[in-house]
């Protein structure tokens, strides 16, 4: 080699030099990765925020008043979005009462209101199986129902309904294998999700046997006008593109007594929510009156939503 | 760029059984670490919150009559004698559906006091208490009504909470409910596209029936 | 401070080597560079649209990334059928280009690593994964213990090769206590990153064609048709380009080490094709799927395609006439890179997802963004091989050494 050829020569070696490109890209990339993957503009207080378990309350708040004064000013109202924490000596628990339940779609768009859910790309955080009658009575499998179905009039004859949304299990597989903590259940049984936090990886899409998480393929909207403020930061915020979302047993209702928006919505009352915990509870009644099932039993998931026969 | 031809020599064995020990150590000591957060551990500083006690569930009372309908001595004479034949109606109240088993008209609505309705034997009943009529036969249903189990409810599953009286959800001369049409179906995922993006078209269907597009 | 001034020399001179070089040489580097670039655009279109121009959606949330992902932790892992032989057994032919095989180790890892990043959501958010600064859900998480053990073994491949290739540059005998140990650990971590990749799959008990215990093995046993098919293709292109040493004996030894995994790869997809078809139930759907295809959903015919390939491979890899000619031999590894890189990358994301837990048939194929992304990974991991690679030619060649001034 010449002296020339040296001199000419940059300083770093090839496989340096690649270390090195990857990591300046990496960190210059950061910025403006955030800002083009979040759509929003570089916004480093979103950017470096902690996981929502491991916050001080002080950082908590912060990010609850920087959220509102983001979303106030984004959709023109007035935004409350709130971190309230669990009841105690609570555990939630839904039914649905599969001999009641027309497939009207009702709690779907109620759900969808309540929850800041996109439009476009469209997001329903529930689906509504449609089955044969014998099927279910004798033994059904999930694949079996069909979402898309459009009939003048439901209850279609011979159909049954079951819609299906998170099970919020007791031994929920997706909290299992989320690589970032991301998810993780609130003492209260709610399965929630840090939308903060969650990368994106989609592995507890993969692990839900029930298809309840739904991802944000690409940036959702809502329109300004049909923004429901009041908002908790583990539930019904608006959410980013590139992370993982689904129902919260509408967390910001049920934590200060409320039903969720899908039981105030169905026309039949086919849904009922209450705290397992209490003997008293129309969820206990149910559960000791009725005959229940659950979805998968033998996945041993244990979930929180019990479907039931409300005729004796 | 070979290897060493010595072969491995004792020295080497010794040092690769140490690293591949240490290894497995770091392993066994990494798994018996836990993540600061197991998966169901949340925030250690919840306030311990607990909501009052809840009042009793109310019923809700149930909407008017409109005044085409009621009050029915209007049209009603009461002082003239009243025919309790069973039969279909001619003259008036022809477009009225009855369809609820084995009952008829005067089943439940008294023939003396044409604004209240009656019980199986003669107790009179005012129509705003017509539940009382229902749970004659549905006791079954009572109970789960009253358990909050059957019917509608809306409000606070812990707080104040309305319930609806059967009237509201079923005519009681053709109780079962009357099929609606539903909302929109769910976009199929193939729909679900970018502006800018070269997409594949993508078609979808369910087990049940292949998508007819 | 000596060390330094060698190292720097050694970065220097490495750079001068890959800088120069005959027209092939950078009509290949143009070409890869060029391939990187549309990658890179393609990602910057994912980066400014989301992941929505893929054509991932609910139903099949993972796809031809993360297939790809499952395929080169294979292609890593294979180094393995190299560094036995050579480290182990201390066989002459092998131990001459073992070092290749573990600079396409490197490489494959890089790729894998790659294929995760334009993978997920949030890519400013992958800093959440590490300890420290992020919350990494250990030992839960097996997506957690992949990034540990892939890290591990690029870590070791690494420093083998970048020790082994200095010393070499010095002109001096490296030390085997530094060497063996590290490389006897690789044996294992390579059967453990495979291992935990196909854990990735195995434990979502939501899947049941992915929730079976002969997933693991199909892994081990495809990476080492793959990766030493790959191997045997590579080193024939650089006898071509270069006087680089590889004896036909190396060539037909890994050839015959293929045949065996290959028995084993087709010995366990008959065990799979038995256990779904001999007693069907509900969950033989998704292998109905791969198999026969669902609502016009087409991906049977690759599935076949695949079978007809690794068939044809085992045969050459297995009959020694044909396996120790070595054009034939190449033949047979194409075909089988070929069919495993269908088998691994779309037989298995493909089947696993479809229909999806609520019945859904999504019939996907990667879009165009996708796969230009995909194309531009490959593509770095190639750049990443061809420099590597050059510099230890050179060194193996005696072109590239140290002068003291």
Redesign the interface.
Known sequence: ?SDD??RR??????????FLRTVVAGAA??AG??A???GEGVDWEA?LQK????MS?EELDAVLRRLEKKYSKRYGKDVKVSA??????VVYGY?L?VSRC?????C??ACVDENNQSRD??I?WI?V?EFERERVERGF???????????????APGKVYLP?SCQHCED??C?????????????DGIVVIDYD???????C???????AR??????PSVPDADINPNMHLLGNRPR?????EKCSFCIQR??????PAC??A????AR????LLDPN??IR??LE??RTFVL?AE?DTRPKFFYFW?T? | MTPNDEGISGRVQALTYTVIAAAFALVLVLFSVECPHSRRESRSDYARRTLPPEPAPVLRPSPPLSDTVFPCIDCHDVSEAVDQTRRVLTDDHETLTLAHGDLWCLSCHSPAHRDQLQLADGTLVEMTESWKLCTQCHGKKLADWRAGVHGKRTGFWWGPKEYRACVECHNPHAPPFKPLKPLPPPMRPGRIGAPMSAQAATTSGTLEGAESE | MNGLIQFVRFAQGSAAIVLRGSRQYWTWVGLLLLVIATGVAAYTNQLTHGLIVSNMRDPMSWGFYIGNFAFFVGVAAAAVILVVPAYVYQWGPIREVVLLGEIMAISAIIMCMLFVAVDVGRPDRLWHLFPGVGLPNFPSSILVWDILVLNAYFAVNFFVVTYIVFKSYMGQPYKPEFVYPIVFLSIPLAIGIHTVTAFLFMGLKSRPFWNTAILAPRFISSAFCSGPALMIIIFRVLRAVSPIPISNAALRKIGELLGYAMAANLFFLGCEVFEQFYAPTRHTIHAEFQWFGLQEHGIAVYTWFALVCNSAAFLIFGISRLRDRINVLTVGCVLAVAGVFIEKGLGLLLPGLTPDMLGEVYRYAPSLNEVLVAAGVWSIGALFFTLMARVAMAITLGEFRYQQK
């Open positions: 080699m050829d040296r020569l940059s300083p770093e070696g090839a496989s340096r030099r690649k990339g950061a990765v955030g083009a993957v979040s950017l996981n929502f378990r491991e309350r309230t924490g669990p009841l105690e000596g039914g009462d027309i497939g009207c779609r009702k779907v768009y790309p469209q329903q689906r199986l499998v999930m694949e079996d129902g069909n979402p898309y179905y459009d009939h003048e009039q439901v209850p299906v929920s597989p909290t299992a294998v989320c690589p970032t903590g991301a998810t993780w259940t609130e003492p936090w969650c990368i994106g990886c989609r592995y899409m993969a692990a839900c046997p029930y298809g739904k991802f944000n393929w690409g940036d980013s593109r590139g992370v993982v049920v934590r200060d007594g409320q039903y039981l105030e169905c026309p039949v009352g009922k929510f209450g705290n509870s129309e009644y149910l009156n009725k998968r996945l409300g004796a």
